[in-house]
């Protein structure tokens, strides 16, 4: 079973909205990764939070994370159509586990 | 090369034959991991290998799956006698320590089809 799960499940939105996506996991964690996949192909690393980290921002991408509700999100600000992908949190207990992804359409 | 190359990209058998599946991984990347994707879904653990340890088979679904690395490198993921619920995407990744701390660089995957 998988340890993330993602919310929702899919999110239309008109370009430079914000996004935000959840991410919720049942046991404890080192890290949590947010990544990215395009037409069902490679996965691309967007951005790593430590368990001793609450914030972190890179360019457009802000994530949180609370331990103690065992979440995190995904903020995408001022979308754009390129955004377009489905999003994925990746724990790290024992080994890297990968939640069930949401599915963005940024709208032109 | 520059990234995780996988092949082939497609791959479509018939029912009961083998496929090998190829993963080059970056150069120097001791962590090696196969996962599979069904279509919609996220990503299913197979298998994981870093370095010379014995890798965690944990995530194989049957006996008919296999996987080796050789010298370190190159990874082949073998499935026997495939079965029509074996079509999904497989997708390697590779990373630099195996912890999960550090990043994980993907492949882009090879579809398989099983008719």
């Known amino acids: 079973s998988q340890q993330g799960e993602e919310d929702p499940q899919a999110l239309s939105i008109q370009e430079g909205e914000n996004a935000t996506m959840n991410c919720s996991y049942k046991?404890?964690?080192?890290?949590l990764q947010w990544y990215r996949q395009n037409s069902g192909r490679g996965l691309v690393h967007l951005i790593l939070?430590?368990?001793?980290?609450r914030e972190k921002h890179s360019g457009r991408l802000r994530v949180t994370l609370d331990t103690s509700k065992k979440s995190s999100s995904l903020l995408i600000t001022a979308s754009r159509a390129a955004d377009t992908a489905s999003y994925f949190c990746?724990?790290?207990?024992?080994?890297?586990?990968f939640g069930e992804g949401t599915q963005l359409t940024v709208n032109p | 090369g520059a990234g995780v190359s996988q092949s082939p990209s497609n791959k479509v058998t018939e029912k009961g034959k083998d496929v090998e599946l190829r993963c080059d991984p970056i150069?120097?990347?001791?962590?090696l991991y196969w996962y599979r994707q069904s279509l919609g879904q996220g990503l299913e653990f197979l298998i994981y290998?870093?370095?010379?340890?014995?890798?965690?088979k944990s995530g194989l679904p049957s006996d008919r799956f296999s996987a080796e690395r050789t010298g370190g490198s190159v990874s082949t993921l073998t499935i026997q006698r495939t079965q029509q619920e074996d079509s999904a995407v497989y997708l390697c990744?590779?990373?630099?320590?195996?912890?999960?701390?550090?990043?994980?660089?993907f492949g882009s995957g090879t579809q398989l089809s099983v008719l």
């Open positions: 046991t404890s964690i080192n890290n």
């Open positions: 990746a724990t790290l207990g024992s080994r890297l586990t």
């Open positions: 990744a590779s990373s630099f320590l195996g912890t999960g701390g550090e990043k994980l660089f």
């Open positions: 290998f870093q370095g010379n340890s014995a890798p965690d």
């Open positions: 150069s120097g990347h001791t962590a």
């Open positions: 939070i430590r368990s001793n980290e």
